[in-house]
């Protein structure tokens, strides 16, 4: 099996916690309080029919308050660990432990221009083109749509967005669709590619992305999808997103156990639809409302890794958000607080950090910033890595011999040892003149260079002709060609 190794904490990591054992025990009996006391509507017969033959209190079609117990059961049915697999069916991803594993995020309505710098509205092309650099970075490992495919018909958009991701990249892959029906056809795409359903269910490629109405209500097509991809045995997230303050408490605490209570609903329903159904736990549901501008923040500090430490309290994989920026161009603002956010999110061990190179608080997608994060996450991988303390590297005989004469640049040891160090490959180090000689270039500008370099030079493994052939005629059935 092979799994990159520098995304495995090691044993001596540090590990950052924001909660104690004890709130994050009273966070979870408040969400069992919520379910119990006052329930969820269920807009969808068959998942009311299963948490009621569980014995579940259904008070009307659509009304169930859940008992505290189904919610431990399904806590034990769902698997610890998920893990994902390239387009070869290598499981590259496993998501256990503190493994820390990084992607952009999807559907962006708009882009930055990385040729004219503009913010315009986003198309397949640009979709395309991300995908081919995320596949080259390589501290990027798994990949989502980036933005719409603004310029193909809505109704269908999704399928062109998956097509484009299966085409450019071998990475895993987290998708969404708008429709139920995308969510199907999505699937038979990630099959033609496995090799068949049982292929991509022993090794999936995918996950899915399941967006929820509200934690208390869970609209029809949520639950249509979330029961279709437990059938299929396949990796989902169950995200009821909660703005704080505006569609929940605006207090962290109780934003997130009511955020948690949606998502345990989820968990239990797609548990009784298929015990040891893999569920991803999401960590981006207590977004901050700004209540200066009425806007969603995404960078905020009281949204950092509440979530995540719930999912390490039930022994979850989590899902989680860094990388992102409210900046509304790839500037020192966006910088720091991609930086600050993909730091604290690792360090918590969020299983995966996707939206990284989003700005506008989720409404611009760019590929500069997208770049310039690989970099970031490199630094804060080497980090987490750890410092061995051992005879070797305390180096006592080296300081013996030379410590008086302090000339340690020409020891074996140094020879030795001076690669393990971090050296960047877009952050400058050079004295002033040497890059002024090299143009003076901004880290921005560099990026640039790097993203035209990768889009002349990296060329994905291709994918066979006839699945490549199966997978537009799906779109073109769905078209009606």
């Known amino acids: 099996m092979k799994i990159p190794q520098s995304n495995q904490q090691s044993i001596d990591a540090p590990i950052f916690r924001k909660l104690s054992d004890d709130q994050r025990k009273r966070i979870h009996f408040a969400s069992l309080e919520i379910l119990e006391r006052t329930g969820v509507r269920l807009h969808l017969p068959e998942a009311v029919d299963l948490l009621k033959s569980a014995g579940a209190d259904v008070t009307s079609d659509t009304h169930v308050r859940i008992p505290a117990g189904l919610v431990e059961w399904a806590l034990n049915a769902a698997p610890k660990r998920v893990v994902l697999a390239n387009r070869f069916g290598e499981r590259v991803m496993p998501l256990e432990r503190h493994n820390v594993f990084y992607g952009p995020g999807s559907d962006c309505p708009n882009v930055i221009d990385f040729n004219t710098g503009q913010r315009r509205p986003g198309t397949l092309a640009d979709i395309a083109e991300g995908i081919r650099v995320c596949d080259a970075l390589p501290n990027i490992d798994f990949i989502m749509s980036l933005n719409l495919a603004g310029d193909m018909p809505q109704e269908y958009a999704d399928l062109y967005q998956m097509q484009a991701m299966l085409t450019n990249s071998t990475k895993p892959i987290l998708f969404v669709t708008t429709e139920f029906e995308g969510s199907v056809k999505a699937v038979e795409m990630a099959e033609i590619v496995a090799g068949g ?205 030379v410590g008086f004469d302090d000339d340690f640049l020409n020891l074996d040891h140094t020879f030795e040892h001076y690669r393990q160090d971090w050296y960047p490959a877009l952050l400058n180090r050079q004295n002033h003149e040497g890059w002024s000689n090299a143009g003076s270039l901004s880290l921005r500008q560099r990026a640039q260079k790097r993203i035209q370099s990768i889009l002349d030079e990296h060329h994905p493994a291709p994918l066979p002709e006839d699945i490549a052939q199966g997978l537009q005629s799906i779109i073109d059935q769905v078209a009606g060609k």
């Open 197 to 401: 359903a049982e292929a991509l269910r022993r090794n999936p490629q995918c996950a899915l992305y399941i967006n929820v109405t509200a934690p208390l209500v869970h609209n029809r097509e949520a639950l249509q999808k979330l029961l279709f991809m437990a059938e299929k045995g396949l990796p989902t997230t169950y995200t009821p997103v909660v703005l704080r303050g505006a569609s929940g408490p605006i207090t962290p605490a109780g934003a997130v156990a009511y955020a948690n209570a949606g998502e345990l609903a989820g968990l239990v329903i797609a548990q009784l639809k298929r015990p040891g159904t893999p569920i991803i736990l999401s960590g981006g549901t207590q977004d901050m409302l700004d209540m200066r501008t009425m806007l969603d923040i995404y960078a905020a500090p009281e949204n950092r890794v509440l979530c995540v430490e719930m999912a390490h309290y039930y022994g979850l994989p989590i899902f989680g958000l860094g990388g992102a920026s409210d900046a509304k161009l790839p500037d020192q603002q966006a910088a720091a607080e991609i930086s600050l956010s993909l730091l604290t999110e690792t360090l918590a061990g969020s299983h995966l950090i996707h939206d990284v190179g989003y700005l506008e608080g989720g409404l611009t997608n760019s590929i500069e910033m997208i770049v310039m994060a690989d970099e970031i996450i490199h630094w804060v991988k080497r980090f987490m890595q750890g410092t061995p303390v051992n005879d070797e590297t305390l180096a006592l005989d080296w300081i013996d011999q």
